[in-house]
C-alpha cells in the first residue's frame, strides 16, 4: 500500500543532490552510508531544530518516525516508499525536478538496496571523528581574528581553526594551543558575540553545504553547530543584542537565525548572486550586505525587504567592515576604490584614496578610530576615522594577496595574512612590520 503524500516533503530532495557512492558488496546502514549524506546536503533543513514538514534526519530515530504525515519509507520494500518513488520519478514532485540532473542509477539502487536490507542503522560514529590535518606547506588564510583579551590569535586553517598564544606564536614551528575541528574544507569568517563569550565560526564545503560552529573562547568548547544550504558562507553577524546571527554566502540568500533556539527566523533572496558580506547597524534594526552582483544594499533586518539600494558599481564587492561606533561603513571589492557610507542616512559619504584594486579585506580597529583595508596589491593601507577617512600610510607586504586583516584590541598591533599562509603583524605607532609569523603546524600532527 502507498504511503500517504506528505505536504512538506521537498528536503527528501537532498538524497538526489548526492554523489553517487561506490555500490558495496557488504549492506548498507545508516551511519556509515547515508548520514554522511544528510550531514552533506540535508540536515541544514532537516534536524532537530530546523526540521521543516516535520522531519528530522540528523539521526537514525527521527527518520524512523518520519515527517508530519508519516514514514518517507516502508521497511524492505523500496517499491512502496514514498522516497523512492520520487528518485525514480514514480510519483510527482519529481525528485530531482527535471531542470537538475538526475540521480545516478548508482545512488537509486544504493537507496533501494539499504532499503531492501532493512534500513539498518550501522554502528553510530562522531560526526567529528576524522583526522586533523597534516600541512606539507602553509595553507592560505581567509579569516583571522583576535581573542577579546588580544592574548590569542585564531587562524582559520583546512578543516580547522587554529588557536595561537600570540607570544609563543614568535618561536619558529611552535605548536598551536589548540586546534578546534571544523567538517567543511573552508573557514571564511571567524566572529566573537557580543559578549565576548562565544567565537562563530563560518565556512562550509564548496557545492555541499554551508557549516556555523560557536566555540567557547575560554575552553574551546563546541556549544553548537548548524549546516545552511548547500555551499560555503562567507560572511556572518551577530546582532548587537546577542539574540540573533545573520549569515551570508555563496547563493544569492541570506539566513537570520535565532541564536538560542537554532531556528531560521527567515531565509531570503536578496541578490543576483553570491552575498559576500553582511553586517547588522548598531541598532539592529538594519542590515548592511554586498554582492558579486554589483550593489550594496540596506535591508530591514526584521525581515529582509530591502531598504535601499546604496551603489551600482562595474565590478563585484567582497569585503565589508562596519564601524564599532559609528553608522559608517566601508565596501570594496573588484575594480572600485573603497567607498565609505552611512547605513543611517543611506548614502555615501566618501571615496578612499586607494590605489589598485581588487579589494579583498578590510576592517575597523575595535575603537572605531583606524581603519584598514587591503587585497590583490599587498598593500595594507591605513586610515584615521572621523567624520571621513584619511589616509596615513601605505604598508607594502611581500607576502601576495591579503585575505584577512586584525587589530589587536589588547595594544596597537594589526595582523594581516592572506594567499601565502604567512602573518604579517604590524606596529601601529611605527606602521612598520613588526615581525612574520608562521601558524601551520608542517609536517607534525599533535592530538588535543
Known amino acids: 500500500m502507498l504511503l500517504k503524500k506528505p505536504q512538506l516533503h521537498l528536503g527528501l530532495a537532498c538524497f538526489i543532490l548526492l554523489s553517487a557512492k561506490n555500490l558495496r558488496a557488504e549492506e548498507p546502514n545508516f551511519y556509515e552510508h547515508i548520514l554522511p549524506i544528510f550531514a552533506e546536503s540535508c540536515v541544514g533543513c532537516h534536524d532537530h531544530k530546523t526540521s ?23 521497511v524492505g520494500k523500496p517499491e512502496e516508499s514514498f522516497l523512492f518513488q520520487l528518485i525514480t520519478h514514480q510519483e510527482k514532485p519529481y525528485m530531482p525536478p527535471r531542470r537538475n540532473d538526475p540521480l545516478t542509477q548508482q545512488s537509486v539502487e544504493l537507496i533501494k538496496r539499504w532499503i531492501q536490507a532493512g534500513c539498518p542503522p550501522g554502528k553510530k560514529k562522531s560526526v567529528n571523528n576524522y583526522s586533523l590535518p597534516q600541512y606539507k606547506r602553509p595553507a592560505p588564510v581567509a579569516s583571522l581574528r583576535y581573542s577579546p583579551n588580544g592574548k590569542h590569535l585564531y587562524v582559520g586553517g583546512h578543516r580547522e581553526v587554529l588557536v595561537h598564544d600570540i607570544h609563543k606564536l614568535k618561536v ?3 605548536y598551536p594551543l589548540h586546534r578546534i575541528r571544523f567538517e567543511g574544507e573552508q573557514v571564511r569568517d571567524l566572529k566573537l558575540s557580543p559578549n565576548k563569550k562565544l567565537l562563530a565560526i563560518a565556512g562550509g564545503s564548496p557545492g555541499r553545504f554551508g557549516e556555523v560552529r560557536f566555540v567557547h573562547v575560554d575552553t574551546f568548547k563546541l556549544i553548537d ?6 555551499d560555503t558562507l562567507f560572511s556572518l553577524s551577530f546582532s548587537h543584542d546577542g539574540k540573533r546571527i545573520a549569515v551570508s554566502g555563496a547563493s544569492p540568500n541570506i539566513y537570520v537565525v535565532d541564536i ?6 527567515y531565509v531570503k533572496e536578496v541578490h543576483a548572486d553570491w552575498v559576500m558580506g553582511i553586517g547588522y547597524s548598531l541598532d539592529d534594526r538594519t542590515l548592511v550586505t554586498l554582492s558579486r552582483d554589483q550593489t550594496v544594499k540596506v535591508l530591514d533586518a526584521a ?6 539600494r546604496l551603489a551600482l558599481s562595474n565590478g563585484a564587492y567582497y569585503s565589508l567592515a562596519l564601524s564599532p561606533t559609528s553608522p559608517q561603513f566601508v565596501a570594496g571589492g573588484q575594480t572600485q576604490s573603497p567607498t565609505l557610507f552611512d547605513w543611517k542616512a543611506k548614502k555615501k559619504i566618501q571615496d578612499l584614496e586607494f590605489f589598485k584594486p581588487s579589494i579583498y ?38 607576502s601576495g594577496p591579503i585575505f584577512s586583516l586584525a587589530f589587536n584590541p589588547a595594544n596597537d598591533q594589526l595582523a594581516a595574512t592572506g594567499k601565502s599562509g604567512e602573518i604579517v603583524i604590524i606596529d601601529l605607532s611605527s ?18
Not at 52 to 74: F, M, N, R
Not at 371 to 388: C, E, L, P, R, W
Request: proline share 4%.
Open 361 to 398: 579585506a578590510s576592517a575597523f580597529s575595535p575603537q572605531g578610530t583606524l581603519f584598514a583595508v587591503s587585497g590583490m596589491d599587498s598593500q595594507v593601507h591605513i586610515y584615521s576615522v572621523k567624520n571621513t577617512l584619511k589616509l596615513l600610510r601605505n604598508i607594502q607586504l611581500e
Open 225 to 230: 553547530q548548524w549546516k545552511l544550504g548547500q
Open 172 to 174: 619558529k614551528n611552535s
Open 431 to 448: 606602521h612598520k612590520v613588526s615581525h612574520k609569523l608562521q601558524p601551520f603546524p608542517l609536517g607534525r600532527v599533535q592530538s588535543f
Open 303 to 308: 525581515n529582509g525587504n530591502l531598504i535601499k
Open 52 to 74: 521543516k514538514g516535520g522531519l528530522d534526519l540528523s539521526t537514525y530515530e527521527a527518520l524512523k518516525i518520519g515527517g508530519d504525515e508519516g514514514p518517507s519509507v516502508v
Open 260 to 265: 538560542e533556539s537554532g531556528k531560521r527566523v
